[in-house]
């Protein structure tokens, strides 16, 4: 083989190789600082407080939830979660668990499944549910993450909660 032919050879086997190493541990050191970011939200849940996980959203966010209709920016969030707070739902268990992470570009998405409990007043007992989520982060000026759009829905069909959970 020639000098020339080998050299082509080895920069072709970088641009494969090399990209794919660095995405790899670029997916890695994303789903770790979303697995944090995932815990805290969780924990503020928990917590009673929705209104503190906020500082998660970007500025021009767009939330899709369950059941609800959209919200879009922070202030649509904001008004969203202050209306939910009114309702007085108590969150006895919540956990996010992210099955992947796709980085592309200065956004990241993340798939990934819930299971929560709540005490919902006016309920007998409190409600058991379990879904899947997409949330799309994006990479800010200052290197941190910010979740762009999220959306969420249950697995669990409304009209089968309704037969297990009676109303008072």
């Known amino acids: 083989m020639k000098k020339v032919d080998v050299l082509l ?10 990209p794919g190493a660095v995405f790899s ?3 890695s050191d994303y789903k770790s600082r979303i697995m ?4 805290e939200f969780a924990k503020n849940m928990l917590d009673g407080g929705m209104e503190k996980n ?4 970007a500025a021009d ?4 939830p369950n059941f609800a209709p959209m919200a879009e920016g922070i202030e649509a969030i904001t008004k969203a979660t202050a209306e939910d707070a009114k309702k007085g739902a108590k969150y ?9 992470i796709i980085p592309s570009g200065n956004q990241i998405t993340e798939i990934g499944t819930y299971k929560l409990n709540v005490t919902v007043p006016g309920m007998d007992k409190p409600i058991d549910d379990h879904g899947k989520y997409l949330n799309i982060w994006e990479k800010q000026k200052d290197g941190s993450l910010k979740i762009k759009i ?16 009676s109303q008072k």
């Open 54 to 57: 906020l500082h998660m959203y």
């Open 25 to 27: 541990q670029s997916a």
């Open 61 to 64: 966010a767009i939330s899709m």
């Open 150 to 165: 999220e959306t969420w829905n249950s697995d669990v069909d409304p009209m089968e909660m309704m037969k297990t959970t």
């Open 9 to 18: 050879l080895c920069m072709l086997l970088m641009a494969v190789v090399l």
């Open 36 to 39: 944090m970011a995932d815990k």
């Open 92 to 100: 006895n268990s919540f956990e996010l668990t992210a099955l992947k």
